[in-house]
């Protein structure tokens, strides 16, 4: 089942900061985010495996909460680099679904 | 060196042709995978190896046929195109399959296929 991201688009002034959802419907065993700029690939940022768990990079940290089945991404301090499409995959608890489902994207816009 | 590299980057096509896209990677991974982006952006999963097994095969019409002659190729086969199937192909490649640990997938440049 696709995970639901919200907000569906942003639009930020360099500096500013901005935060993404991403809630499922079941449970969770990790959750991938990847930035796609427009007209290229999507780049891997981060994975998260363990609930609670939170990384960095940067001034780009995320945070999954398995418990309530979701995870945030955090972009401080924006600039204009961060402009893109972020994608939150996520994998189905067990580990027998060897699958990433991505939500439907938040664009995010950085102005000067 | 590019990682992931896909051709064409570009297809234009008639309904009702076969048509190929190659994928390679260098990185040594042992999983890669199709990916179908619509004009909506949505990034769906197609097919996925592993070690030149299938291993996910989505709800996918059996005109698309992939083919893995070894770990470091990923060939995706297209036949009696459909106005429907244009969208952007994406392969991608990761070091093991998902959810054997922290598993980064790298993406090739896309291949923009357009059927008219």
């Known amino acids: 089942q696709q995970p639901v991201q919200s907000p569906q688009a942003v639009i930020l002034r360099e500096g500013e900061d901005a935060v993404i959802n991403c809630s499922s419907s079941?449970?969770?065993?990790?959750v991938h985010w990847y930035r796609q700029k427009h007209g290229e690939a999507p780049v891997f940022l981060m994975i998260?495996?363990?609930?609670?768990e939170q990384k960095g990079h940067e001034k780009i940290s995320a945070s999954f909460n398995e418990k309530k089945q979701q995870s945030s991404l955090y972009l401080t301090a924006s600039q204009l680099s961060y402009s893109g499409t972020y994608f939150c995959g996520t994998e189905g608890r067990g580990g027998s679904n060897y699958k990433l489902t991505f939500g439907k994207g938040t664009l995010l816009t950085v102005n000067p | 060196d590019t990682a992931v590299s896909q051709t064409p980057k570009y297809l234009v096509t008639q309904m009702g042709n076969d048509k190929s896209i190659k994928c390679e990677q260098n990185l040594g991974h042992d999983t890669m995978y199709w990916y179908k982006q619509d004009s909506k952006k949505f990034l769906k999963i197609m097919f996925s190896?592993?070690?030149?097994?299938?291993?996910i095969n989505e709800t996918v019409p059996n005109r698309f046929s992939p083919k893995s002659p070894d770990k470091a190729h990923l060939n995706l086969h297209i036949n009696s195109l459909e106005l429907g199937d244009s969208a952007v192909y994406f392969c991608?490649?990761?070091?093991?399959?998902?959810?054997?640990?922290?598993?980064?997938?790298?993406f090739g440049p896309g291949t923009r296929l357009t059927v008219l």
């Open positions: 991608a490649s990761s070091q093991d399959r998902v959810g054997n640990s922290y598993n980064e997938q790298f």
């Open positions: 190896y592993n070690n030149k097994e299938l291993i």
């Open positions: 998260l495996l363990k609930g609670g």
């Open positions: 079941k449970a969770l065993y990790s």
